[in-house]
């Protein structure tokens, strides 16, 4: 069974700077792209940042960049994102998605083209 798992969310002040994490189990998480999407209230997910399945290729929305860090340990099977200057427009929930590319050194935030999707993780920042 595929599952994504996401922790470490919860409520945080602006200019906070917690760590999600995502553990998966279920297929050969080496091989596949990582990203992390999130939905704020009343909006549309939206793609926040992947990361290739090799080699650390890394892509981030606009709004996060030089802010958040995505990363990954293959030996773990768990990605994470490391939020930095958490703003309150970062209020959202903040789902691991995953699929396979056969190129290591790609990744996208295709919504449509993932295949796997965990549970998500709520993030609150308050001002």
């Known amino acids: 069974e595929v599952q994504l798992v996401e922790s470490g969310g919860g409520m945080v002040q602006d200019g906070g700077s917690p760590t999600l994490s995502c553990e998966a189990s279920?297929?050969?998480?080496?091989?596949?792209?990582m990203a992390w999407f999130r939905q704020a209230p009343g909006k549309e997910r939206e793609g926040v940042s992947c990361?290739?399945?090799?080699?650390?290729?890394?892509y981030y929305k606009d709004s996060v960049k030089g802010r958040f860090t995505i990363s990954r340990d293959n030996a773990k099977n768990t990605v994470y994102l490391q939020m930095n200057s958490l703003k309150p427009e970062d209020t959202a929930v903040y789902y691991c998605?995953?699929?396979?590319?056969?190129?290591?050194?790609?990744?996208?935030?295709?919504?449509?083209?993932?295949?796997?999707w965990g549970k998500g993780t709520l993030v609150t920042v308050s001002s």
């Open positions: 998605a995953s699929r396979y590319y056969s190129d290591s050194l790609f990744c996208d935030l295709d919504y449509y083209g993932m295949e796997y």
């Open positions: 279920g297929f050969t998480f080496g091989v596949f792209i």
């Open positions: 990361i290739s399945s090799s080699d650390g290729i890394t």
